[in-house]
């Protein structure tokens, strides 16, 4: 068994497990339609183009989404056909999960902080993959990864009691990985849960996997790590993203950075003053983000 089907034979172990103290939202049913269009011999792309389609609200945030500098696409999205064409099946799936995401959450406008804060960091990881250009690192992986990377802190604050005071002591502890901190206290920690609900709607290894480990310093290690190149490229890109997020808006200031910030830079073939260099476009991603 390869690493990565290693893996996520643990995930989807852990989430019988885990179901029974964490309810995680259910998987869209248009997430379902796609992918089994996706598994057909001749998948119909106008098929699935007259399912999106008939969520107005879906399909005009689709080719929103699609439109964004931070998804990597260089042509202009004007319909979902057009979407579908440049985006392909496999990455309109994940597009559709990403949109999909905030509305799985009821009264979710309590959060709205953490969304927004979530919204930045995805685009702004779309756009720091297209500036560094490293191998394996993907631009729609690099948003949908940054939304999806943080989704468990909301399922535990609508399940767990106390889970706030948790988060705040976890935001503020130097030295402790933040996971160590919240299983201290709960019987599960946000990485595992998110990557949980990441398996359960049919996002790819790499995320799964870099939901599940983006706090973990020897994840990003290529010595001590069992993870891909592309799944570290991904958390380091995010993990950066934030950092710019912090710096530029004085966002959520967190420990995180100052953990892992010296594994994330190589990763990404970049030194802190490359990363200076990217104030303005960075800040230009944040503006642009409503």
């Not at 309109?92 to 804060?117: C, E, K």
Request: hydrophobic letters at 45%.
């Amino acid at each position: 068994m390869n690493t990565g089907s290693a893996g996520r034979a643990a995930l989807e172990t852990a989430l019988e497990d885990n179901l029974r103290v964490i309810d995680i939202p259910p998987r869209p049913l248009i997430i379902d339609r796609i992918r089994g269009e996706m598994l057909q011999e001749n998948p119909c792309l106008r098929r699935v183009g007259q399912l999106i389609n008939a969520d107005v609200g879906l399909a005009a945030a689709l080719i929103k989404t699609a439109s964004s500098s931070s998804f990597g696409l260089r042509a202009r999205v004007r319909s979902v056909a057009d979407a579908l064409m440049l985006l392909g099946l496999d990455v309109t799936s994940r597009a559709v999960a990403a949109i999909s995401l905030r509305r799985a959450f009821p009264n979710s406008g309590h959060y709205l902080r953490f969304w927004d804060a979530s919204a930045r960091v995805a685009a702004l990881s779309g756009w720091l993959a297209q500036e560094v250009k490293r191998p394996g690192l993907d631009a729609a992986d690099a948003y949908t990864f940054g939304l999806f990377r943080d989704c468990g802190i909301v399922i535990l604050l609508r399940r767990l009691p106390g889970y706030m005071q948790t988060l705040a002591r976890a935001n503020g502890d130097g030295d402790r990985p933040f996971t160590a901190v919240e299983r201290t206290e709960h019987p599960t920690d946000h990485a595992v849960i998110g990557a949980l609900m990441a398996v359960d709607w049919w996002l790819p290894d790499d995320i799964c996997q870099a939901i599940r480990h983006h706090h973990d310093r020897a994840a990003l290690a290529p010595v001590e790590s069992e993870l891909s190149p592309a799944c570290r490229r991904l958390i380091a890109v995010s993990q950066t993203a934030e950092h710019l997020l912090q710096e530029l808006r004085g966002a959520s200031r967190t420990q995180e950075w100052a953990k892992l910030g010296e594994a994330c830079l190589p990763l990404l073939g970049i030194n802190e003053e490359d990363l200076r260099q990217m104030h303005a476009g960075a800040t230009a991603i944040i503006d642009a983000v409503e």
